[in-house]
């Protein structure tokens, strides 16, 4: 029976391992096209990336170096998500055009709005200077050595690789330094805002549904990208013309069904895909829970009185989805790991490796791998835990304190740089505090400071503690602080400021609110932060090493993607839904009937705009609906991650049939350890944008740019010439 079970292992995890990872374009031939077209693809690699022809990557622009986009009209228009848009249609919002409430749509040309500093950059080829980069390197180079090493080279590829005027080399480590990459990319500089939908669409669901399926969110935004006269990036500039593309997405009308292909495109921003088991163990059982237990406490004060006040909710709002996304996250991860056995899973690929390793004589080369990993995460553990509860009270969560580290650092400032520099800071930081003021409760702040600096004292080893905190009363601490400092309005900060160098700094050191953080950073900087660092570049090159063990020793088809590192990949899979627990299956697609079943009239996440009631009531969806139905959100097998958002959903002819705005909450592990059984991206069906755009917004003038294509019907149609 247990070989049985082995040889089903064995011969099922390749099958859904062809859905798992994120895959460098100009790679693809090979391996990855085999899978894909296993999967139902129907393009080829060179229809995804070539350098010669226009391609796929060519309608797949990084938008504001954050998110992702695409190209869907041959007039520059750019389709990514509204969470990606938000600050910029915040921006063009006032009482008078409340475009974040309301919505915002551009009729024509004249009407689109210039977002200064906002980019979309193109990755024009992409090439492995991996011989260049490692040039000069040896055994016998301390890390540090090596480090300085490869940015000389680094440095010298970039200025000596041929590019055009307007472009720029940019060279990106992969497979944790064994291989390097120039990426040559465009970068344009004039993006404005076309159209949103009204964030009761765009954010519908808001926190509360965030990382959750079935989800119910029409989350997208439009912008256009224009150029010079000569196609080129150029400032913003009433003379600018809409971009047009090499390349951009037509849209298929014809919907996704279970099983069906699906391609994402982007830029996902980080991984950590081949930690040791060990290091997982740490974030499932230190991290992790240290991590949530803080915003527990934090969350659970601000909830408290946001459900009691209307203006600490509206001053909070913000701030509390912020806090709790990551909350969230951390605890789905760690679900899924659990749920998973990655800790299992690694531990046996582990032992796999050590076979390898002893079998192909290399112990000398790599012997030593996981003891030394076991031990550098043994001896990091406790510097991680006093960073993690650092980083969480000082710079996350507690508002006095980190206005006040803010102040730390000024003085920092003025004793290494000297007075002109204390002076140009000071004045930024006081023309950014009054803004932050507007929204401080220092009541709510008061609350979390005794909760969370009850938790810093009894969580952080005891050796990394300031001496006052080893035997201090919370509530008394806190009464002195937010009676006494002058960080708990913006009024008395200002004042507290205002002087000469040594003024500030002589009340800055009378103050208890500073002197608290000045306490905790000097502890940290000196008894945390140096050891932390030593220890994490220790951990780096064994990870570079065992990289290079699993390269060099892993079969020739093993599936070993490098971690995601914010360059343009390719991840593939197909239409799927999931089981998250027993009894329990949801079904890959949702429909406006779960709007519908969600709405709460007024509700600042479950509200409808009465317009959309009306035309679901009509069942009016045009050429977009379904058997009746209005389709909004589905979910694939894709592997994404941040970054991932806005990235387009493709489908096996190279059509857009959705964009990518968010993971499952059982499957947010996927950072560390993709399950087939668990992953899940969500996206949002192309046809829902559509009819936002048309029946919803009545915005025809855009519709009319696309290209929309029935390429199931198509086939149906050949079939039957057949």
């Known amino acids: ?269 980080a991984t950590d895909e081949y930690l040791p088991s060990i290091a997982i163990e740490q974030v499932i059982n230190t991290v992790n829970p240290a991590r949530i237990a803080i915003r527990d406490a934090a969350l659970a004060i601000q909830d408290k009185y946001m459900r009691a006040d209307p203006q600490i909710k509206i001053q909070y709002a913000s701030k509390f989805a912020r806090i709790a996304n990551y909350w969230k996250k951390w605890k789905g991860e760690t679900l899924g790991l659990t749920k998973s056995n990655a800790i299992g899973i690694k531990k046996q690929q582990e032992k796999e490796l050590i076979s390898q390793i002893n079998k192909k004589g290399k112990q000398q080369e790599y012997g030593q791998l996981l003891p030394k990993f076991e031990q550098y995460y043994t001896e990091i553990e406790p510097y991680i835990l006093a960073r993690e509860y650092y980083l969480e009270t000082v710079m996350r969560n507690v508002e006095l304190l980190r206005t006040a580290y803010q102040a730390y650092q000024l003085k920092q400032v003025y004793e290494n740089r000297g007075a002109q520099s204390f002076q140009d800071r000071r004045n930024n930081m006081v023309e950014r505090l009054e803004g932050q003021y507007k929204d401080y409760s220092s009541q709510v702040d008061k609350e979390v400071f005794e909760a969370l600096i009850a938790l810093y004292a009894e969580g952080v080893p005891e050796q990394f503690l300031p001496a006052s905190f080893k035997s201090f009363n919370p509530q008394q601490l806190t009464n002195d602080v937010y009676n006494n400092s002058a960080f708990v309005d913006y009024a008395s900060v200002k004042n507290l400021l205002e002087g000469d160098a040594e003024t500030v700094i002589a009340k800055l050191n009378n103050d208890p609110g500073f002197k608290v953080v000045q306490q905790m950073a000097d502890t940290y900087f000196d008894k945390v932060a140096p050891k932390y660092e030593e220890l994490e570049l220790n951990i780096s090159g064994l990870q570079r090493d065992y990289m290079k063990a699993l390269l060099e020793l892993s079969p020739k088809d093993a599936r070993i993607f490098p971690n995601a590192n914010s360059t343009l990949r390719v991840t593939y899979g197909k239409v799927a839904g999931y089981s998250p627990a027993d009894a329990i299956y949801y079904e890959p697609v949702t429909h406006l009937e779960g709007v519908m079943q969600k709405y709460v009239p007024g509700d600042y996440e479950f509200d409808v705009p009465q317009k959309l009631i009306d035309l679901y009531e009509a069942k009016d969806y045009g050429q977009y609906g379904e058997n009746g139905k209005m389709p909004i959100n589905f979910i694939g097998t894709n592997h994404t991650t941040g970054g991932n958002s806005g990235s387009p959903a493709i489908d096996a002819h190279g059509n857009l049939i959705g964009l990518n705005f968010d993971r499952v909450w059982e499957g947010t592990m996927s950072d560390y350890y993709y399950d087939p059984a668990l992953s899940r991206n969500i996206m949002v069906d192309i046809r829902y944008v559509l009819f936002i755009m048309d029946k919803y917004a009545g915005a025809k003038n855009l519709i009319d740019e696309l290209k929309l294509v029935h390429p199931k019907k198509e086939k149906v149609k050949s079939k039957k010439k057949k």
């Open 1 to 269: 029976m247990k070989l049985l079970r082995l040889l089903f292992i064995f011969l099922s995890v390749p099958l859904f391992a062809q859905q798992g990872g994120m895959w460098i374009p100009s790679l693809l031939e090979g391996m990855n096209e085999s899978e894909m077209t296993n999967l139902g693809m129907k393009m080829t690699a060179k229809d995804i990336y070539d350098v010669n022809n226009a391609s796929l990557k060519d309608a797949v622009p990084h938008f504001n170096g954050g998110c992702t986009s695409e190209v869907i009209s041959n007039q520059g228009l750019l389709l990514t998500n509204h969470h990606c848009g938000y600050s910029q249609i915040q921006s063009h919002s006032s009482l008078e055009n409340d475009y974040l409430q309301d919505g915002f749509w551009a009729m024509s040309l004249k009407e689109e709005l210039p977002n200064p500093g906002v980019t979309a950059s193109f990755m024009v080829r992409i090439e492995d200077v991996t011989t260049q980069v490692m040039n000069g390197l040896t055994a016998a180079m301390s890390e540090t050595e090596k480090q300085k090493k490869i940015e000389e080279n680094i440095a010298k590829v970039v200025q000596t690789s041929p590019k055009e005027a307007w472009q720029e080399n940019r060279v990106r480590t992969f497979y944790e330094g064994n291989q390097y990459m120039l990426f040559v990319v465009e970068t344009y500089k004039d993006v404005r805002l076309v159209g949103a939908p009204p964030s009761s669409i765009g954010k519908f669901g808001s926190d509360t549904d965030n990382w959750i399926w079935p989800r119910h969110t029409g989350d997208f935004s439009l912008f256009r990208i224009y150029a010079d006269k000569n196609n080129r990036p150029a400032e913003y500039s009433e003379d600018n013309v809409p971009y047009t593309p090499k390349h951009f997405l037509p849209i298929s009308l014809d919907g996704v069904a279970e099983n069906d292909f699906t391609l994402v495109f982007g830029y996902p921003g």
